[in-house]
């Protein structure tokens, strides 16, 4: 079992950056692709990106492709989501999840299995 901390949210102006970052503690976390996304009141999860084990696989949304980036570093259990441009239409509650898959990088969040308790990110335009 993996658990995950989401950590790096807060307020901001469009036009902004913001660095999320997702701690993982458990065991073989280096094993699990990470995916990243969001859910905005009153709309369903969004996906916003994954990233594989290793690092050499990423995908992304369409609405965020160019401005956002997610790396990881295994050493050290964690998984970054640069933001940059931020737009108010990026204002949501981000969360990543873990898929014992290491190639996976898919959009659908049923294949995620394991949470963080999300962290806000909050445009003002």
């Known amino acids: 079992q993996v658990q995950l901390v989401e950590s790096g949210g807060g307020l901001v102006q469009a036009g902004d950056s913001l660095r999320l970052s997702c701690a993982a503690s458990?065991?073989?976390?280096?094993?699990?692709?990470v995916g990243w996304f969001r859910q905005a009141p009153g709309k369903e999860r969004e996906f916003v990106g994954a990233?594989?084990?290793?690092?050499?696989?990423?995908s992304y949304a369409d609405s965020v492709k160019g401005r956002f980036t997610i790396s990881r570093d295994n050493a050290k259990n964690m998984v970054y989501l640069q933001m940059n441009s931020l737009e108010a239409e990026d204002t949501a509650v981000y969360y990543c999840?873990?898929?014992?898959?290491?190639?996976?990088?898919?959009?659908?969040?049923?294949?995620?299995?394991?949470w963080g308790q999300g962290t806000q990110v909050t445009v003002s335009s």
């Open positions: 458990g065991r073989a976390f280096d094993r699990y692709s």
């Open positions: 999840g873990t898929n014992r898959m290491s190639w996976f990088i898919g959009s659908s969040p049923t294949y995620y299995d394991f």
């Open positions: 990233i594989s084990s290793s690092g050499g696989r990423t």
